[in-house]
């Protein structure tokens, strides 16, 4: 049935309705082309591609999107949510809540097994609690369980939750991923999960698929669960191959080698020209619609440059959004003035914004110190030239035109712009997580709440948590406190509107773009149903025809 979205990343749900989702085939998505409908089969391999290597298979402790693609497949959560972002059940067959909000009763499903097959159950809850809330359990997501008082096995499928005051994100928070107590306990309780083997190969879930195999650097491969207990997903293999290049993923698309671009679909060149020819609108279909990520240029808040929010405000003013989003997307974007996205609930349109206005930018650089040029034309401040590294992920061409970009733009204003493209587990290890970096092109992936805690909070600057640029203000810290401790939509929402002032006006990271997700899938694969909540949610429903399968191995 309906599989966990892969975004779970950092605990930031946002609640999002995604408009405009659709596809540009018709009933090709649920037919071949030229073919009627054909019935439900199991068997072949889905060849899906990742542009970056996963960096584990235990997502509680990671952040990057590919180990939570694949780990999404592996493990399950109590709750998720299906097509059109409702919460349902996971592992849960149902749950109560208190009208105080302040108890959550489970009761889970009696038939989920582990993949060595042990019987799952609620102490297997209990253990992922106190694994999360474990201070040598070096996760991102801590803060989600820190807010319960107490968390309970009433019996081997009931679970008792209890909160110190009402948290916004209780019910959602528990479709974190659920972690087997026989398995990891010893390697929680030494501080080692990250070391655990299991990271490394052998994972045990109890979701749709199980652990085969993982090269790094070239692919990983996991095989259908055969008992998994929402029943055996069609599609029998699953194979990730690991391809650091957009480019490169569209030669493999041309030539059959894949199924799918990933979950990063096309870029908007193939998508909108490249792809756009008969050969491949028959052996594809292509989909559209507002992605859960923006895309910005950050700052290490450390670095005294980019401490003085003058600098930072110039930079905003000195990139052209638009320009941006028509050259590099080809307009299939829209400009960002935050981490929510335009025509959500929980979105602020009245935030301060800063329009293109290159004079506007030197009269801030000016203010700031940044004055007199030397013979490069480049801006000095107390003898030293304004120049920097800019670094990027490897594999993605968008974010390294972006770079560019930003590059010709600071260029302008007298600043000199250095960039360096870096392997993607690389990249995060040891730049993102050591602070590495003086600026940075990156984006962040959003989920089903405005909680924008782990992200932005000034307690969450260490090497495991996520507030990299190290960003602190004591008010914004106020607003996403009070913004998660309310159960009352219209309370938080003042929250979350001031929260985005403040942001807007402090600028720590110039927030660019929202791009539209462009997935491409081989037509082959059937069963596929584009809504409010992307492709992906129903995945173990999706089938090859017996008459359309490629690949024997099962």
Known sequence: MSRREPL???????????????????????????????????????????????????????TDSASFEVGSLIYSGLVTRDKDLNIIGELAESWEFSRDCLDLTFRLRRNARWHDGRP??????????????????????????????????????????????????????????????????????????????????NPVGTGPYRFSEWKPGEKVVLVANPDYFEGRPYLSRIVYRIIPSQATIFLELKAKGVDSAGPAGLTALQFKRQADFPAFRKAYNKFQYQD???????????????ADRRVRQAFAHAINKRELIDGVRLGLGREATGPYKPGTWAYNPNVRTYPYDLARARELL?????????????????????????????????????????????????????????????????YIRKKRFEAIILGWGIGLDPDQYEVWHSSKRGPDDLNRIGYAN????????????????????????????ILAEDQPIVFLYFRDALPVVSSRIRGIIPSPNGIRHNFNEWYVPKQLQRYTAG
């Open 292 to 306: 859960n990520a923006y895309t910005y240029l950050g700052f290490n808040l450390s670095d005294p440059r980019f």
């Open 366 to 430: 000016a203010a700031a110190g940044w004055r007199p040029r030397d013979a490069d034309g480049i801006l000095v401040k107390d003898g030293q030239p304004f120049e920097f590294v800019l670094r990027t992920n490897q594999g993605n061409d968008e974010r390294r035109k972006v770079a560019e970009i930003v590059q010709a733009s600071l260029k302008d204003l007298g600043v000199r712009v250095d960039i360096q493209v870096i392997e993607w587990a690389s990249f995060l290890k040891e």
């Open 120 to 201: 799952f159950t609620a102490d297997d809850v209990v253990f992922t609690y106190e694994t999360m809330i474990n201070p040598k359990t070096p996760t991102a997501y801590r803060e989600d369980f820190r807010a319960i008082r107490t968390v309970e096995a009433v019996d081997p499928f009931t679970l008792h939750v209890r909160y110190t005051q009402p948290y916004a994100k209780a019910l959602q928070s528990w479709s974190t991923w659920i972690l087997p107590r026989h398995v990891l306990e010893s390697y929680v309780r030494e501080g080692r999960l990250r070391e655990a083997p299991q990271n490394r190969s």
């Open 474 to 501: 004591p008010e914004a810290d106020e607003m996403l406190e009070q913004g998660r401790a309310s159960c009352v939509e219209a309370e938080r929402k003042k929250y979350y509107d001031r929260f985005q002032e």
């Open 8 to 62: 779970r990343l950092l605990g930031l749900l946002l609640a999002l309705t995604l408009a405009g989702c659709g596809s540009e085939a018709d009933s090709a998505v649920d037919r071949g082309p030229g073919q009627s409908a054909a019935k439900p089969a199991y068997g072949d391999t889905f060849i899906d591609a990742l542009t970056g290597n996963i960096s584990g298979l235990i997502p509680n402790v990671l």
